[in-house]
């Protein structure tokens, strides 16, 4: 009988993978893994994942669907791997996404490495991705969610073939969030109609200065906002404290008609200007995976979704030399920012993905 490892993290949607999972006949273990100093549910007001209710959400699911269940303390790799991923990214000037670094270098890591001690030939989540065998291609694709809004293949374009090979995402197939619920009602798990988490776990009140003040004792000082043209116009608290884009929260005197445009953090500096100039047509990306296809010796036309959130641009993408990744957009996008990642889509499949570290912007008219 096949073994799996289903990743538990004590929601609606890593429940009814997991019996998905042993519906079509898999012998299975569930695993929660302890990444932080869990709060419970009433502390983080159920918004993030990885509480002590989750975990004990999870157990009571693995229990009923008859599964063993552990609970790996990963504390220590999460510290080094996410958390201060996420430190060094901001005090650098970066925006990072943890929960892609959680994805990549915890659940499809650190948890794979403990399926293999197990004998689990497959990992299992709840994401919403897909992933099918191309004879065509003779390799294996990672492509969007069939229920699109869900879709989370963005989190996961660093998927390698290896991985892919011993991935499921059982969620994928299906049409509505909806779905997903029903199924956990049946089976009758006591998180059936427990809401999605949502922000950052280890910043669970969505305060990240505060958490990286109080995580490095650091106090980070006021600084100076200027011009494009390097003219000082303000005074603003902490270039840590800003991200690319941004236009609330810069204080008086702008009425709104400023943005930021970029920052210096040796400088201590953000530099504010025009949502026009906010625009760029180029990014370099870094660590860069290629998940549909080689390499490509020419360049590639695709789309590309630089933010979570963002729509999907036309673009080009071409390898360089040096494994960076250049991608130029057929028309300019908005806030492009270093830290993010940039993630490239043929229709529904996953190009490739990595992350940004040089943007280009040219002002527009707009």
Known sequence: MAKALIAMSGGVD???????MVK??????????????????????????????DAEDARSVCHK????????????????????????????GATPNPCIDCNKYMKFSKLYDRAQILGCDTIVTGHYARIEWSEERNRWLLKKAK??????????????????????????????????????????????KKQDSQDICFVPDGDYVKFLEDYTGKEYAPGEFVNTSGQVIGTHQGAIRYT????????????????????????????????????????IADTFNWSAIDTPKASVRCKARHRYQSRETPCTATALPDGRVEIVFDEPVRA???????????????????????TYQQPMEI
């Open 65 to 92: 669907l008859g599964m063993p269940f552990y609970v790996f303390n990963f504390t220590a790799d999460f510290e080094k791997e996410v958390i201060g991923r996420f430190v060094c990214a901001y005090e650098c």
């Open 14 to 20: 890593s429940s009814v993978s997991a019996a998905l």
């Open 336 to 358: 492009l920012t270093v830290g993010q990642a940039v993630v490239l889509y043929d229709g529904d499949i996953v190009v490739g993905g990595g992350v940004i570290v040089e």
């Open 244 to 283: 690319i884009g941004q236009r609330r929260g810069l204080g008086q005197g702008f009425n709104g008609r400023a943005y930021v445009l970029s920052k210096d953090m040796q400088k201590n500096q953000v530099t504010l200007g025009s949502n026009a100039e906010l625009f760029s047509s180029r990014l």
């Open 147 to 192: 229920n699109v809004p869900k879709d989370q293949s963005y989190v996961l374009y660093f998927l390698t073939q290896e991985q892919l090979a011993h991935t499921r995402f059982p969620l994928g197939a299906f049409d509505s969030k909806e779905e997903i619920r029903a199924i956990a009602a049946e089976y009758g798990f006591l998180n059936a």
């Open 24 to 53: 079509d006949g898999y012998e299975c273990i569930g695993v929660n893994m302890k990444l932080h100093a869990g709060e419970t549910e009433d502390e983080t007001g159920g918004k993030t994942c990885c509480s002590l209710t």
